[in-house]
């Protein structure tokens, strides 16, 4: 089955259980369906239940109570369940602890100060499996206090930990580790998933996530849609326009490689390949006159062109103008697969970029070519899509790699609105990011994903 799954930022956390409160849907309710919807995840998780031991180490919060709510259903269904507090619960929270008391007397204990943290570690001697409430979503930064050090201490615990929501410790909103924080097996993203459960290292400390729904009013959902969300390969499939039956190859677009330098046929080869094999019709190749020959030899079905080079392989800076003629009634141009870093390159790239040519999809060294002249972005004319990996990105915005990695859907949702154009920032997972629009995510790696694919798709 397909799927589009939302990505919530804190932010649109909080709206959406304000917005609700206001239609009339209490928190508590909200709590309940969150604790209930938790712990019959866990159940499919485990099976059977019965005799499995679970305890609960809860904040104060509201992640606290989704926390004493699951495990009280837990133990409703067979399992034995204990819990800890970390300070006096408020709210709805307290509401559920005394809930939780009145279904399982004495198996509650409320710690307020560090001093009273052993009783933490003879409750873990006794547990089979925890259940991490101790900070949720609105808390940034490193955890502090009562917290922080019950964190430290499930990090000695050898069995399986099921995060509510996110591990305590992660920053909601992106990929970031601030400081300590629980190494969960299994996380419940409640009501949607977060930032954290997709981009590294956070997203490795999630382990197996699940979505639970929360019963948010359907008027709430509408009115707060994410900004992001995350697409499997079915459901990407089945919003490609359907091939009509008589088509040709006219009929299914036509796309211009330009790509290619000495020792880098295979990049041009594998674009125009891969453009085929998304469905364009007609593919047309021009690529340096010394490795035309190969090009052609391992591209049979394309059409490939041999353009002005350098001494040293490269497109010589003439071949701008062969890629501006050809270039004419083509519907998508990619450039910059083994394109090389010279000169010629660059001023290929400046002239589908500043003139109106066709759909371009830039990649590889023409990123790079754009990096040493970002003004040129500001000169593009028609519809633009990028494909940096990380590496590549951190040369367009002068930002390091491992900042971008951290929160790459914020980094690609901030780029594409800026530079009007799409975003595609490659790795794992892969944002798509677009200049008016939601964001989109794919969920799996690049495998091999060579630029030839969102090429054919742009035409689509």
């Known amino acids: 089955m397909s799927a589009v799954l939302p990505v919530f930022s804190a932010r649109e956390i909080r709206e959406l259980d304000k917005k609700s409160e206001a239609l009339g849907v209490p928190s508590l309710l909200l709590m309940e369906s969150a ?13 059977d239940l019965r005799g499995r031991k679970f305890l609960g180490v809860c904040g104060k919060g509201g992640n606290g109570g989704d926390a004493l709510c699951c495990l009280r259903y837990l133990g409703l269904w067979g399992a034995e369940v204990k819990a800890l507090v970390l300070g006096e619960p408020t709210g709805p929270a307290a509401i559920q602890l005394q809930a939780f008391s009145a279904s399982f007397p004495g198996n509650v204990e409320i710690v307020r100060s560090e001093s009273e943290l052993s009783k933490l570690e003879e409750r873990l001697s006794w547990a089979e499996i925890v259940v991490d409430g101790i900070l949720g979503v609105g808390v940034e930064g490193p955890a502090q206090g009562l917290p922080r050090r019950a964190i430290e201490i499930l990090a000695g615990f050898s069995g399986p930990i099921v995060a509510m929501d996110l591990p305590s410790g992660l920053s ?13 097996q299994l996380t419940l993203a409640m009501g949607g998933l977060k930032p954290c459960h997709l981009l590294p290292p956070a997203a490795e400390l999630c382990g197996e996530v ?4 929360v019963a948010y009013p359907s008027q709430v959902c509408r009115e707060i849609s994410p900004s992001v969300v995350v697409l499997d390969e079915e459901y990407c499939a089945s919003i490609l326009p359907p091939r009509p039956r008589f088509g040709h190859k006219g009929t299914f677009g036509r796309v211009l490689v330009v790509a290619g330098a000495v020792g880098m046929a295979g990049a041009a080869a594998l674009c125009a ?5 998304a469905g ?13 020959p190969v090009v052609a030899s391992l591209v049979p079905e394309a059409l490939v062109h041999p353009g002005p080079a350098s001494p040293e392989g490269t497109f010589a800076p003439e071949a701008a103008e062969e890629a501006l003629r050809l270039g004419q009634g083509m519907d998508v141009i990619v450039v910059g697969p083994g394109l090389g870093r010279s000169p010629g390159p660059a001023e290929v790239v400046r002239a589908l970029l500043t003139e109106k ?3 371009l999809v830039l990649d590889a060294d023409a990123l790079f070519a754009l990096s040493q002249d970002k003004k040129l972005l500001r000169k593009k004319h028609g519809e633009l899509v990028l494909t940096p990996h990380p590496g590549e990105f951190s040369r367009l915005v002068d930002v390091p790699a491992e900042e971008i990695v951290a929160d790459k859907i914020g980094w690609a949702r901030k780029s594409a609105r800026e530079w009007q154009a799409v975003v595609v920032l490659k790795g794992h997972p892969r ?3 677009f200049p008016t629009a939601a964001s989109s995510s794919t969920p799996q790696g690049t495998r091999r994903w060579p630029t030839g694919v969102p090429a054919t798709f742009l035409r689509e």
Not at 35 to 47: D, F, N, Q, S, T
Not at 282 to 292: A, Y
């Open 35 to 47: 604790g209930r919807g938790a712990a019959e995840e866990i159940r499919k998780w485990l099976l």
């Open 172 to 184: 909601a909103d992106s990929g970031k580790v601030p400081g300590p924080a629980v190494r969960a």
């Open 210 to 213: 699940r979505l639970v729904e």
């Open 273 to 277: 390949e891969a453009a085929y094999r």
């Open 280 to 292: 364009a019709g007609l593919v047309h190749v021009l690529t340096p006159e010394p490795i035309f």
């Open 357 to 359: 040519v066709a759909k």
């Open 431 to 433: 944002p798509s990011a």
